[in-house]
C-alpha cells in the first residue's frame, strides 16, 4: 500500500511552510513541491535590502535550498514545474516544465501557495529596464541592470510601502527617484497624518513624489528599452529605469478554473483549517483571503508573516491535524529613510466603512528619555465610540515605532477597550522608553474624549 501524496504548488513563504509542517506532522508522507521558479523559501521582504546593496548576496535571502529540503526532510522539491490545471474529480494537477515537458501528477491532498501577482498590467512593462520586484529572481535581474547600466534616473509606479522601501534603496545608489502615485497621498495604508510623515521624509531625501498620477504607459522606441512614463491625462517623465509597485493581487487562475469558490476580496476562500470549497484542497498565503479579527469580515493582506502562519496551519491539516488560523489585525511595519512607519488594526476611514462609529485621537511623544536623545514619536488610537472598543493604532517616529506597535496588535487580539489599556504594565528604563508609554499617553487623551461622550 502506497503512503498519502500531499502536492504543493508554490515554494516560497506558505508553500514550503506547509511542506515543512506536514513533514514534521508525518514521516512518511510524500510530499512533493512544484514550484515554477529557481527558487524557494526566500525572504521576500528582504528584497529591497538587496537591490540596496546592503544584503551582499542573494543566497542571504534564502532560507533554505532545495537541496536543503530534498536531503535533511524528504521533501521532492521540483523547480522549473508550473501548475498549469488542476483537476478535482481526478485528483491531478497538469505541470509544464521549463523545458517544454507536460506532465500529470496525482495527489491525495493538495495546498495552493500560488501567492501574488502585480495588481496592474500597464503597457511597456515587458520592457528591459522595466522590474516588479516580486520575487528574488526579478530582484537579482535588477541589482544586475543597476551595476551594469548605471542607471540615472528611476521611476517608481505606486507610493505604498514597497515603493517607498526601493525608492530608499535606489537613493542610497545615487540614483535620481521619482514616485508616481495614483492617489492623493502615500501610504494607503495609514491615515493623513503618517502619510504626511511619509512624504516629509521622502522629500527631504530628494525623491519627488507625484500624487494623482495613474501611470498609463510606459513608453519608448520599439523594442528598445523604456526612455518615458507616461502618466494621468497628459503628463510624461523620463526614466532609465521603472520599478512597479503598484500593489498585489492574489493569483487565482489556478483555484478559479478548477471550481475552486473565491471570496468577495476576489482572493481563494478558506475556512479557519485552510480548507477551500473543493475537497482534500487547502490554501494558505497571498492567494487567499484572511478573517480580519477586528471586523469579524474576509480581508486581503498579503504579507510573509500571515503566508508563514497560514502555510503552517495548512501543512498540518493536510497530513491530518487539527490546526486552526484565527485571522489578522493587519499589523504593518516599514522603515522609509530614518522613519518607522507602523500600523495595526483599522485606519479611520476602513473603520467607518466596517460600520463603526470611529472617533480618533493624535499625539506627539518622545521614543525615551530625553538624556537618552529620544526622538518624536507620533501615536494614533482609533476606537469605537459607543462601546470605547479599539480599532486601530498607527505610529511614526525615527526610534521604536516599528515594535512598540506591537502593544497595540497584542490588544486588537484581545479584543480590549481603550478603558482596559490605562494601567497596561509596560517596561520602562530610561534608554528604552519614557516613564509614561507614548501609547499609555494617547490612551489617556482618548479616554477624556469617551468620557465628555
Known amino acids: 500500500m502506497r503512503n498519502e501524496r500531499l502536492l504543493v504548488i508554490g515554494g516560497v513563504a506558505a508553500g514550503m511552510s506547509a511542506a515543512s509542517r506536514a513533514r514534521r506532522r508525518d514521516p512518511n508522507l510524500e510530499i512533493v513541491v512544484l514550484e515554477k521558479g529557481c527558487d524557494v523559501s526566500y525572504g521576500a521582504c528582504g528584497l529591497p535590502y538587496f537591490i540596496s546593496g546592503r544584503v551582499a548576496d542573494a543566497s542571504e535571502l534564502v532560507v533554505h535550498n532545495a537541496d536543503y529540503f530534498r536531503k535533511e526532510h524528504g521533501i521532492d522539491v521540483r523547480l522549473g514545474h508550473k501548475a498549469v490545471a488542476i483537476e478535482p474529480g481526478f485528483k491531478l494537477v497538469v505541470v509544464e516544465t521549463d523545458q517544454g515537458q507536460r506532465a500529470e501528477i496525482p495527489y491525495d491532498k493538495l495546498v495552493l501557495a500560488t501567492g501574488g501577482a502585480p495588481a496592474e498590467d500597464i503597457p511597456g512593462s515587458d520592457r528591459g529596464n522595466v522590474f516588479a520586484c516580486n520575487d528574488l529572481a526579478s530582484a537579482v535581474r535588477l541589482r544586475a541592470f543597476l551595476e551594469r547600466e548605471k542607471p540615472r534616473r528611476a521611476v517608481i509606479a505606486g507610493a505604498g510601502y514597497i515603493g517607498l522601501e526601493v525608492a530608499d534603496a535606489l537613493v542610497g545608489r545615487g540614483l535620481e527617484v521619482t514616485i508616481l502615485e495614483r492617489s492623493e497621498a502615500a501610504l494607503d495604508a495609514v491615515d493623513s497624518e503618517l502619510a504626511v510623515e511619509s512624504e516629509r521624509v521622502l522629500t527631504s531625501h530628494g525623491v519627488a513624489l507625484k500624487k494623482h498620477a495613474p501611470v498609463s504607459q510606459i513608453a519608448g ?185 506591537d502593544v497595540a496588535a497584542m490588544a486588537l487580539h484581545a479584543r480590549m477597550r481603550v478603558a482596559d489599556m490605562l494601567n497596561l504594565d509596560l517596561g520602562y528604563a530610561p534608554p528604552f522608553a519614557p516613564v509614561w508609554e507614548p501609547i499609555l499617553i494617547a490612551a489617556h487623551e482618548a479616554m477624556k474624549l469617551i468620557a465628555r461622550s
Not at 493569483?251 to 482534500?280: N, P, Y
Not at 510573509?304 to 491535524?321: C, D, F, I, L, S
Open 221 to 405: 522606441p520599439a523594442g528598445a528599452l523604456a526612455t518615458s512614463v507616461l502618466y494621468g491625462l497628459a503628463g510624461s517623465i523620463p526614466a532609465d529605469l521603472v520599478i512597479l509597485s503598484t500593489g498585489i493581487r492574489p493569483r487565482t487562475e489556478l483555484a478559479d478554473s478548477a471550481g475552486i469558490v473565491l471570496g468577495r476580496t476576489g482572493a481563494v476562500a478558506v475556512d479557519d483549517a485552510m480548507r477551500t470549497s473543493v475537497h482534500s484542497i487547502f490554501a494558505a498565503g497571498d492567494c487567499t483571503e484572511v478573517q480580519h479579527i477586528v471586523t469579524g469580515a474576509p480581508a486581503y493582506f498579503p504579507l510573509g508573516t500571515t503566508a508563514n502562519k497560514q502555510g503552517r496551519v495548512a501543512g498540518e491539516n493536510a497530513a491530518g491535524g487539527r490546526a486552526r488560523f484565527p485571522g489578522i489585525v493587519g499589523t504593518l511595519v516599514t522603515k522609509v529613510f530614518e522613519l518607522e512607519i507602523a500600523r495595526t488594526g483599522l485606519s479611520l476611514a476602513q473603520a467607518k466603512d466596517a460600520g463603526f462609529s470611529p472617533q480618533s485621537v493624535v499625539i506627539t511623544s518622545i521614543s525615551k528619555a530625553k538624556y537618552f536623545e529620544g526622538k518624536p514619536l507620533l501615536v494614533k488610537l482609533i476606537w469605537d465610540q459607543p462601546t470605547g472598543l479599539l480599532l486601530g493604532c498607527q505610529m511614526a517616529g525615527e526610534d521604536g515605532a516599528a515594535k512598540r506597535i
